[in-house]
């Protein structure tokens, strides 16, 4: 499939559409399963390729994954989980930026990983340092190799004080993942803190981890020996969601999204509200001042709380007749 999509702009959108399971939610719970001893079920799963590929690393493993055929829903089992040969876990190499999450579920499963490099969308430079140097602190060797990073553990990973230079996602998810049954406490500070990690902590939760959240980005996570499974309904994708109230907003449509969260998108839906506010009151048309185009309300912070990265500056005003090309997530 082409990664470019070319849109032909210029109609109203209108409808309704059913939002699905967030996808920075679901390949992470699928990942989750490993750590468990028995198998998990994950609902509310779209059909992306985050979702394929983790399918296929988690296969590589020994874990079952068998999809229903009406729901949809995952059933992983990872009770014979075992270490997959390199050259076809080096097939995966540029496909997603997932299997950095593989690190500590593997290690706890298996006692070392090999992870291929990473993809991911192309928004610039995205380094894994914060990764490599977490997982050290948990005890980890970390060793680059051709086509991608092997990871051991011979004394196990342990808990660890940490702390990110900044709430980064997958970092955070990253020692969420390694320290639910590293020996020991894991007090993390700086943690992102974002709907879908919490979603995550709460797939934990259910598998038997025991982790609290504090008000100032500390997230305190007491390791146990082992973990059940869980059975989990992936909450709804807010980017989607937010993609579909901007669509409707520029085209002058009328989207009704079913399944988006008012609670996960304050932000989004403040932000929303003051562009539409604001095209109001300089034009004719709602969205649109005359002149020029509603600007997007730009935080002025780098991450609002709340607020995807990749939204804030989605909403911007004014129908577009013209072509748009975006890159595919
Ligand atoms: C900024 C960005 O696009 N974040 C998205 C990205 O998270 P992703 O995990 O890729 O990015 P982070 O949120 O971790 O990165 C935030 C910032 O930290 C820096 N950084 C991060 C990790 C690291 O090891 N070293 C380092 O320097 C990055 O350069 C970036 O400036 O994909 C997630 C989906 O999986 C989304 O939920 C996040 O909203
Ligand atoms: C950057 C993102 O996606 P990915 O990490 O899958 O590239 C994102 O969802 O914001």
Redesign the pocket.
Known sequence: MSSVLTIRGGVPLTGRVSVRGA??LVPKAMVAALLGNEPSVLRNVPEIK?VEVVTSLLQLHGVTVEKDPVTGDLTLDPKAARTAPSTAIDAHAGD???PILLCGPLIHAIGEAFIPDLG??K?GDRPIDYHLDVLRQFGAVVEKRPGGIHISAPKGLHGAKISLPYPSVGATEQVLLSATRAEGITELSGAATEPEIVDLIAVLQKMGAIISVQTDRTIRIEGVRDLGGYNHRALSDR?ESASWASAALVTRGDIFVEGASQRDMMTFLNTFRKVARHGHRRGRHPFLPPRRQAQPARPRNRRPPGL???LAAAPRGGPDPGRRRVHR?
């Open positions: 996808k920075n985050d997603s930026r997932i991911g969308c928004i980017n995807h990265d990749r997530a």
